[in-house]
């Protein structure tokens, strides 16, 4: 039987892009008024900037460094985007060029779930199976979290806010059959690392998150971004590289306006980032990379195409051959793209 979306993918994830001013400076044309926005400087070196409605838009993360909280984030989260404002180099400098990613997520009451740890704020949307969730670690490994999502979560980050601490990343298909056995560092180039002190050993449910002692320690603080598919929005899954400029083609069952790869079985490399917006994303696709602070890579990494992506290089980041890499997909168009229309089974 046919399923249905009742949404466009654009109701709940944008990528926009910005010239900065120095000034005061009002990004808008999203669709919606977003409760997460990462931000990175395309045209030099700098480092991205992420905030979300949860922590507060003036707070900032950075997915290059391991840092703790600041409160470098943008000015405000409004109707139809965001504004940034100062001569900031990351966010905001006179000509400087940028991008941005975006989603909404929106409702902060009645998550479901009987956690060891209740969240101090949270903000999440099953429709689009996204979670922002703040909590206070307890220090007692195997502690869970709710996530809202109503569905297994197929990816999970987690970052502490109140010192240094590793980007941790959980990805269901980081290993065929035991990816809680292991996480990967968003802020790292590393492959993945086999240590229960993330996610217990333990999978998520449809509720709860499972916490090892790295992201629950004792008092601090903590943000947890939580996703799961959705046939015709979201795609999180895994290719294996052939070294072949004619390289592998993933299907994803939508035309996609934003991944993110990853080398994941063994090796060093940095996370590739792609998305619809910038041009010459197809035969010279533009790659940032969120674990370094270089500036945009104009090369032909790879294609979009209308139900998937298409790599294009032999390069190591996303094709080396034998090797197993993970991605993180969201849709500019389902395959078939109005509302209320079947959306092809994958």
Request: with cysteine.
């Amino acid at each position: 039987m046919a399923e249905y979306i009742s949404f466009q993918p654009s109701d709940f994830y944008n990528t926009t892009l910005y010239t900065g001013n120095s000034s005061t400076n009002a990004i808008t044309g999203l669709g919606f008024q977003p409760d997460f926005v990462w931000l990175q400087r395309r045209n030099a070196v700098s480092a991205n900037r992420q905030t979300n409605v949860v922590i507060g838009a003036t707070n900032n993360l950075c997915t290059s460094d391991n840092l703790a909280q600041a409160t470098e984030g943008i000015t405000s989260f409004d109707s139809d985007g965001f504004t940034v404002s100062g001569a900031d180099t990351n966010k905001n400098y006179s000509g400087a060029t940028y991008v941005s990613w975006n989603m909404k997520a929106g409702t902060s009451s009645g998550i479901a779930g009987s956690p060891s740890i209740t969240p101090s704020s949270y903000s999440f949307n099953q429709t689009p199976g996204f979670s922002i969730i703040a909590y206070t670690g307890n220090g007692t490994a195997g502690a869970t979290i709710p996530h809202g999502l109503g569905a297994v979560p197929d990816m999970v980050i987690v970052k502490k806010l109140s010192s240094t601490s590793d980007w941790f990343v959980y990805h269901s298909k980081i290993d065929a059959t035991a990816p809680q056995d292991y996480y990967l560092s968003l802020n790292g180039n590393a492959s993945r690392t086999n240590n229960n002190g993330e996610w217990y050993d333990t999978a998520p449910t449809s509720t709860l998150v499972t916490l090892g002692a790295n992201t629950t320690t004792d008092t601090a603080t903590f943000i947890a971004y939580c996703f799961a598919e959705k046939k015709g929005y979201s795609a999180f899954g895994t290719y294996t590289g052939t070294a072949h400029a004619n390289g592998p083609f993933v299907y994803t069952g939508f035309r996609p306006s934003y991944i993110l790869i990853k080398r994941s079985s063994s090796g060093t490399d940095n996370w590739g980032l792609f998305d619809n917006k910038r041009l010459g994303y197809n035969d010279e696709s533009s790659a940032l990379y969120p674990d370094v602070t270089t500036a945009e890579d104009n090369s032909n990494w790879l294609d979009i195409l209308s139900n998937g992506f298409k790599i294009r290089t032999t390069h190591d980041l996303v094709n080396k051959s034998g090797y197993g890499y993970i991605y993180m997909a969201f849709a500019e168009f389902p395959i078939v793209s109005s509302n209320d229309v079947p959306v092809v089974a994958r």
